[in-house]
């Protein structure tokens, strides 16, 4: 049986911790969380241009409240690909809370579009698909779900995979901010990130109804208008007063925040899971796929006497003696 702590019977749940909660009353339930030194962990190891690393960080938050709901041990993977200065994304959430994430990007592309002022989410992105796989483990089927990029921004594509993926209304709110630290000798910069996720489930199906998205036939027929449940358009409404220095700043936190929103309708908080900066490569999992490769593959990868492996999310460099394979795959 989960635990149910009410608002006041504990403190905050700080940073790095996605905090589950509900409110009955509008059969709404969701979660939430503020991303700190976690976040600031892999965004500095990188050293990305400042509107990549504000991207990348977006990206880390919707995964991070997207994959908390894995009943399972398995991960969530969120990847983009699009034709964008930034035209990858990558970051994933394992079950036990380890988060990692990368970013590719063209240098050239993404200084001309700094200039030009060009750098909100949707810019860099561009056009393409939004990928998210379900990795349910060894000898388990992978579940996949893709929705199009198509200038809007993350939270309006993670509405849109919702309606489509599993006509669940959902509601989506995320911020990110570079805030300087006091510190003896100068300040210093580090990543904040919050963001908040809202479902509306109730007992009766054909109260989730929601208008039909464009079907993108050229049809300019209006759809016939669909009403709102009362509880889901309350829902809204509060969403729409969410400052984005509240959703991460640490001084009013997680469950401060959700009393102002919901503290008429009762608002109850479940445990929270917390978010670790952990990259699952290793030694081993990399030596595995070397011994995969033919004696041509081996020869290939050999520079100054050795493999050299990095890892893209944890930049952590992994070296190799060529004799240890001598092309065990076979050609």
Same mark, same amino acid.
């Given at each position: 049986? *989960? ?46 241009? $400042? ?46 809370? #380890? ?56 939270? $309006? ?11 669940? +209304?959902?509601?989506?709110?995320? #911020? ?12 210093? #910069? ?33 759809? $016939? ?25 640490? *001084? ?41 490769? #033919? ?26 003696? +060529?004799? $240890? ?7």
């Amino acid at each position: 049986m *989960t635990e149910q702590l009410k608002l006041g019977d504990f403190g905050h749940a700080g940073d790095d911790v996605i905090v589950p909660f509900q409110v009955e009353a509008l059969d709404v339930r969701g979660r939430a969380v503020q991303l700190g030194p976690a976040l600031d962990a892999m965004l500095d190891r990188h050293d990305y241009p $400042e509107p990549v690393a504000r991207l990348l960080a977006e990206c880390l938050v919707l995964t991070a409240l997207l994959g908390s709901s894995l009943k399972f041990d398995g991960k969530l993977i969120l990847q983009t690909q699009s034709d964008g200065p930034v035209d990858m994304l990558v970051a994933d959430f394992a079950a036990r809370g #380890s988060m990692r994430a990368y970013a590719r990007f063209d240098e050239a592309r993404l200084a001309r579009a700094q200039k030009e002022g060009h750098t909100t989410p949707e810019q860099l992105l561009g056009t393409g698909v939004l990928a998210m796989t379900i990795d349910q483990g060894t000898h388990m089927q992978r579940y996949q779900g893709v929705v199009q990029l198509d200038g809007t921004s993350l939270e $309006e594509v993670a509405r849109t995979y919702f309606r489509q993926s599993e006509q669940i +209304p959902t509601e989506v709110r995320l #911020s990110v901010a570079r805030q300087l630290l006091p510190e003896a000798g100068g300040g210093k #910069s580090s990543w904040r990130a919050g963001g908040m996720l809202a479902q509306f489930l109730p007992d009766a199906p054909d109260r989730m109804r929601l208008p039909d998205l464009p079907g993108g036939d050229g049809e300019t027929a209006a759809a $016939e208008p669909v009403h709102l449940d009362d509880a889901w358009a309350e829902l809204l409404a509060l969403f729409s007063t969410i400052e984005p220095d509240e959703l991460l700043d640490p *001084t009013i936190g997680t469950e401060r925040l959700l009393y102002r929103l919901f503290h008429e309708h009762g608002v109850v908080v479940f445990p929270g899971q917390t978010v670790a900066d952990d990259c699952s490569c290793s030694r081993e999992k990399i030596s595995a796929i070397l011994d995969g490769f #033919s004696g041509e593959e081996i020869a290939e990868s050999v520079e100054d006497g050795e493999i050299r492996v990095n890892c893209e999310f944890c930049s952590k460099e992994y070296r190799f003696d +060529p004799a $240890e394979f001598d092309g065990a795959g076979g050609d």
